[in-house]
């Protein structure tokens, strides 16, 4: 076998040394610019009788030190396992949002950002037209919780709703946190910027707003979960349909490279980062133990997988490219 390869490349080195005289004969075709960038940035999964589409809204920096806990060697060390170089500047993560259709109804699950916010992201609606859907088209929005890149696609510049016949599905401590002048006032003020948001962006829906004040079944096989910690009214999105199962789990996990070795690694824009801990430690004992699938907000793209051990930490195995739907 080792002959064979040795054979099998002299031969191939061979040929290369003749190929630039072929070539040579060849006219050149018009030279092509590079592209630069990527498709929409769209997937379709199913859940029993739902088809689930994640829609890409853009990418956002994650730093290290936005990272409480983390360790240079330690990263390095994750990194290294998965074949991915470590960086100074740190992590580059997804900003996802997902739309279900359960045949009678279409429920957006976030909407993204503003490429004012950063300026890699604010391609919700764009990559919503690719999927062939409309803004007019989306019956409710649940906000898993309202951070502005989970809700940044909800009003435009003019602050008009841009879901025009959707209402809002959002928790009650969640909505109160946001709207509390109290604790905006006593907020760092490099972070106030995020209440501004909030109210900003769901302004347009104060009077189409269904606020939810513990576990409920809001629709046939839709459950919302809390999931409190890094917001105080953070919801997990329980889907289950002929059998099978997905929990969006929002924003859970951010860091899906480091935090599955890491999970008790938290995140600056953590509200409760005992609590985010906590709620992160139970979710994912609970999607292995149970063998519930998962999707999330920050999971590499398109987001949909399943947890497994890995020792005493954890691993994200994504889901094969699904050819039929």
Same mark, same amino acid.
């Given at each position: 076998?080792?002959?064979?390869r040795?054979?099998?490349?002299?031969?191939?080195?061979a040929?290369?040394?003749?190929?630039?005289?072929?070539?040579s004969?060849?006219?050149?075709?018009? &030279?092509? $610019?590079?592209?630069?960038?990527?498709v $929409?940035?769209?997937?379709?999964h199913?859940?029993g009788?739902?088809?689930?589409?994640?829609?890409?809204?853009?990418?956002?920096?994650?730093?290290?030190?936005?990272?409480?806990?983390y360790?240079?060697?330690?990263?390095?060390?994750?990194?290294?396992r998965?074949?991915?170089?470590?960086? =100074?500047?740190?992590?580059?993560?997804p900003?996802?949002?997902?739309?279900?259709?359960?045949?009678?109804?279409?429920?957006?699950?976030?909407?993204?950002?503003?490429?004012?916010f950063?300026?890699t992201?604010?391609n919700? *609606?764009?990559v919503?037209d690719?999927?062939?859907?409309?803004?007019d088209?989306?019956d409710?929005?649940?906000?898993?919780?309202?951070?502005?890149d989970?809700?940044?696609?909800?009003?435009?510049?003019?602050?008009?709703?841009?879901?025009?016949n959707?209402?809002?599905?959002?928790?009650?401590?969640?909505?109160?946190?946001?709207?509390?002048?109290?604790i905006?006032?006593?907020?760092?003020?490099?972070?106030?910027?995020?209440?501004?948001? &909030?109210?900003?962006?769901? &302004? $347009?829906?104060?009077?189409?707003?269904k606020?939810?004040?513990k576990?409920?079944e809001?629709f046939?096989?839709?459950?919302?979960?809390?999931? =409190?910690?890094?917001?105080?009214g *953070?919801?997990g999105? *329980?889907?289950?349909s002929?059998?099978?199962?997905?929990?969006?789990?929002?924003?859970?996990?951010?860091?899906t490279?480091?935090?599955? #070795?890491?999970?008790?690694?938290?995140?600056a824009? #953590?509200v #409760?980062?005992d609590?985010?801990?906590?709620?992160?430690?139970?979710v994912?004992?609970?999607?292995?133990?149970?063998?519930?699938s998962?999707?999330?907000?920050?999971?590499?793209?398109?987001?949909?997988?399943?947890?497994?051990?890995?020792?005493?930490?954890y691993r994200?195995?994504?889901? &094969?490219? #699904?050819?039929?739907?």
């Open positions: 076998m080792e002959h064979s040795r054979s099998f490349f002299k031969l191939g080195a040929a290369g040394l003749a190929a630039p005289a072929l070539l004969v060849r006219p050149s075709l018009a &030279a092509a $610019p590079k592209a630069g960038t990527q $929409p940035g769209l997937y379709r199913s859940v009788d739902f088809e689930v589409t994640a829609i890409l809204d853009g990418a956002l920096p994650v730093a290290p030190g936005l990272i409480v806990g360790d240079e060697d330690q990263a390095a060390s994750a990194l290294k998965q074949h991915l170089p470590a960086s =100074p500047e740190g992590q580059v993560i900003v996802i949002g997902y739309l279900v259709n359960t045949r009678d109804r279409l429920i957006a699950i976030d909407n993204g950002s503003t490429d004012s950063v300026e992201l604010g919700y *609606h764009s919503l690719s999927a062939g859907y409309s803004a088209q989306i409710h929005v649940i906000a898993t919780h309202l951070h502005v989970h809700i940044g696609g909800m009003a435009d510049a003019r602050g008009s709703a841009r879901f025009k959707a209402d809002l599905i959002v928790s009650t401590a969640e909505w109160d946190f946001w709207h509390n002048d109290t905006r006032s006593q907020t760092p003020e490099g972070f106030q910027f995020l209440f501004d948001a &909030a109210r900003s962006q769901t &302004a $347009p829906y104060k009077d189409k707003l606020l939810i004040e576990d409920e809001v046939p096989g839709i459950q919302l979960v809390a999931l =409190p910690g890094h917001t105080p *953070h919801l999105v *329980h889907l289950h002929q059998g099978q199962q997905l929990l969006i789990w929002g924003d859970v996990v951010h860091a490279k480091l935090q599955m #070795d890491h999970p008790d690694w938290t995140i824009f #953590d #409760d980062a609590m985010a801990r906590a709620t992160r430690m139970r994912l004992d609970m999607v292995v133990a149970d063998d519930i998962v999707a999330g907000m920050h999971l590499d793209f398109p987001g949909f997988g399943h947890i497994s051990r890995n020792g005493s930490a994200f195995d994504p889901v &094969a490219w #699904d050819y039929g739907i």
